[in-house]
């Protein structure tokens, strides 16, 4: 049988595979999976999810993604998952509520009821784990098992189905007692949710100025609009936000709706490197102060502090303090060089 031709499969075969393929691969059969974890074991830099020898300390530097993708397959359905944590040795690195999280993140309710009730992962380190995944993945079903079973939630949970646009779990959620709070309308409004933005309000849902600056750096000048028609409160923030977006659309018409501004505006709009933002603000009179210079060297954004000074923005020795702190050594020769202060000469005059 060809699968008895060890050499062939880790030295042609399994290497056009490639690393990183062991949900896929191991999923075959058992001797495939051991096949597998040799060719790992004989190549130099062996992938992420066979280092099952690494310490616990060495997994929890491992971002999110590479270890998330690989649960993500290995826990969609129960046969690969039950055939992943069949492991006589113990050494399998997520038998912990975070794997628990990660099965609640796919959304297999089956899984997640197997693995809970096979006390592989301790429902106590969950916490808010699973309402929080359910509520950012959109997964009705296990938040409404994760209650039942004593999961904790709080206003996190509708915060992050707002965010995610989940009205469903918002509703469930808020009609089962879930706290929230202004975070709620603000994320709906940042991310252009106006459905979950409008039922929200209709139940109670408080929100504050910060709803429309998050509309307004979102760039979503409808949600905008219908929050400020409903009475929403709004401030300088709004158009603070807007400048730092790049949405000179929405920095238009807040400002001919009579939204205030003050110098952030200009300190935002050049941080972020936006000139035409920039140009418009001051041509409608924008104040500007020392922090738009320091922004634009910080940011990088050579051009716009040349204009800016070309202008008479004032600057200070936050400017060559900011252009050192980015890295943009280009920035700080020329602030130097055209009089720019600086802390230690300040200090001495």
């Known amino acids: 049988m060809l699968l008895d031709r060890k050499d062939v499969w880790i030295g042609k075969i399994l290497p056009f595979v490639g690393m990183g393929q062991y949900a896929f691969v191991s999923g075959v059969n058992k001797q495939l999976n051991q096949l597998y974890k040799e060719y790992g074991a004989a190549v130099k830099d062996p992938p992420r999810v066979m280092k099952s020898s690494e310490s616990k300390q060495t997994w929890q530097k491992i971002s999110a993604t590479s270890t998330d993708t690989f649960y993500g397959n290995t826990f969609c359905n129960l046969t690969l998952a039950k055939f992943w944590l069949d492991d006589k040795s113990g050494k399998n690195h997520m038998r912990t509520g975070e794997a628990c999280r990660v099965i609640a993140k796919v959304g297999n309710l089956t899984v997640l009821q197997w693995a809970l009730e096979q006390e ?17 993945y959109g997964h009705l079903e296990i938040l ?27 509703k469930w959620a ?18 252009g949710h106006l459905d979950i933005l409008k039922w929200a309000r209709e139940h109670g849902c408080p929100w504050t100025a910060n709803t429309c600056a998050e509309a307004a750096g979102g760039g979503n000048l409808e949600v905008l609009k219908w929050a400020v028609a409903n009475g929403c409160p709004w401030n300088w923030t709004t158009c603070t936000e807007a400048a730092h977006g790049g949405h000179l659309e ?25 000139l035409d933002i920039l140009k418009w603000a001051r041509e409608n009179g924008c104040p500007w102060d020392a922090n738009t210079c320091s922004s634009a060297a910080e940011g990088g ?23 050192a702190k980015g890295g943009h050594l280009e920035i700080l020769q020329w602030a130097r060089e055209n009089g720019c202060p600086e802390q230690g000469r300040e200090d001495e005059s």
């Open 120 to 136: 592989l992962f301790p429902w106590s380190e969950l916490r808010f784990g699973a309402c929080l995944d359910a509520a950012i």
């Open 144 to 170: 409404k098992w994760a209650r039942e079973n004593k999961c904790e939630w709080d206003s996190s949970t509708c915060f992050l189905a707002s965010r995610c646009g989940h009205l469903d779990i918002l």
């Open 174 to 191: 808020h009609e089962n007692g879930c706290p929230w709070a202004e975070e709620t309308c603000a994320a709906a409004a940042e991310f």
């Open 250 to 274: 929405i920095l238009e018409w807040a400002k001919e709706n009579g939204c205030p501004w003050n110098a952030s505006t200009c300190s935002a709009a050049a941080g972020s490197g936006h």
């Open 301 to 323: 954004h050579f051009e716009l502090l040349k204009w800016a000074r070309e202008n008479g923005c004032p600057w200070d020795a936050n400017t060559c303090s900011a252009a």
